[in-house]
């Protein structure tokens, strides 16, 4: 707290307005004393929480900014020395599966396209830090390249995001059998994806498939899945996490889902306090059955940015699309366009398809009609007024999403909520 109030323009300013100093803050009860810092408090003005000359930082990394501006994170060379430390200490204990060791490869999917977005380098840093061998495959390639890789490398993990992962493996499940090429673990972070995802990878690989959770702007590693599969355990070394209301910033209570608020331990760049990270979790009360002492948090269950409503006003996450859709045979990929006149809203569900016809068509829309009351506002209360499939060409959602690094799933063109 004296480091950022000393050193930070931002922080001694928000100190000040609240008539408190570093002495006020004697622990952790205390830090609700001071406000929540916003993402768009970041984005606008990062420079003025840089707490070191400039000569000392050592990486500047930049978040993938599918719901704003992309903001600007400064690491000293030891802070990101530390984290990639740290996260090859988790993967040779197992964060990476039972098989990873000296020399065992691991694929990974995540971007290196976007300029400064350090998921892609870091994990690779992780994995040679580690003694492994990382495939810096990336996302930019197509499914039967990624296929040519693994017969080459036969890599025992695969990291990635769930919506490439999820593509490569329905166009590759069609011609080839994935259990037999010795992917054993599939880790996969920087979206959030639902059980139904799990269950659909796990058969097609015979591989666990474990979530990890991580910001740029926490240094990367905030929470991670252990064996046990239930619930994240959080990273309090580096941080020090609350859940909160995001309408009031009042703490809900264990159990109860709030947006994640973090607050950096040890960071000398930029340090954060109880910085709001838009997503949505719980804290899980009690030990895991793994023996970790580490406090849990559920898995992210969306974004508050993400939320949206339709219909009759039912709060909707792109989450939900996805545990109706993701598992379809046939289905590679998908967009949902909202559009409507007046108060009834219509919903055009884009889809990348193997073999695109009628019966897929009304599985999808029976899929879409099954999630929360879609089907209530379609049938009885007329709030929605069409739902419609668009089959289009492969790799067009890809494209035309303008993201390389994170999928956009709901395109809101209604213009009665922020797209």
Known sequence: MRHSYERSKFYRSMFRQQNLTPDDIRGVEDIRKLPLTSPSDLSSDPYSFLCVPFEEVGAIYTTAGTTGKPKKVFFTKDEIDKSIELGSTLMRAGGLGHGFGPGRAVQIMFAYGRPSWGAGYITQRMIEEAGGLPIPASNSLSPAEQLELMEEFRPIAIVGTASYVYRVTEELSQSVELSELGVRTIALGAETWPERVRQYLEEKWDARVMDQYGLTEATFAVASECSMQDGLHLNEIDLYVEMVDPDTGEP?????????????????????????????????????????????????????????????????????????????????????????????????????????????????????????????DFEVTRAIARVEVEFVEKGWIS??????????RIVDLRGRYPA
Do not use: W
């Not at 023996?291 to 006003?313: A, C, E, N």
């Not at 494209?399 to 956009?408: A, C, I, L, M, Q």
């Open 252 to 376: 809900v209570s264990p159990g109860e889902e709030g947006e994640v608020v973090f607050t950096t331990l040890s960071r000398k760049a930029m340090p954060l306090i109880r910085y709001r990270t838009g997503d949505v979790a719980a804290m899980i009360p009690g030990e895991c059955e793994c023996g970790s002492p580490t406090r849990r948090i559920s898995r992210i269950r969306g974004r508050t940015d993400d939320m949206f409503t339709i219909g009759t006003g039912e709060n909707m996450y792109p989450s939900f699309f996805d545990g109706a859709l993701l598992g379809i045979r046939g289905v590679v990929d998908y967009q949902i366009v909202l559009t409507g006149e007046g108060m009834r809203d219509e919903i055009t569900v884009r889809v990348e398809a193997e073999n695109p016809s009628e019966e897929l068509r009304q599985k999808i829309i029976e899929s879409v009609l099954g999630v929360r009351s879609i089907k209530h």
């Open 399 to 408: 494209e035309n999403s303008g993201e390389d690094v994170k999928r956009r």
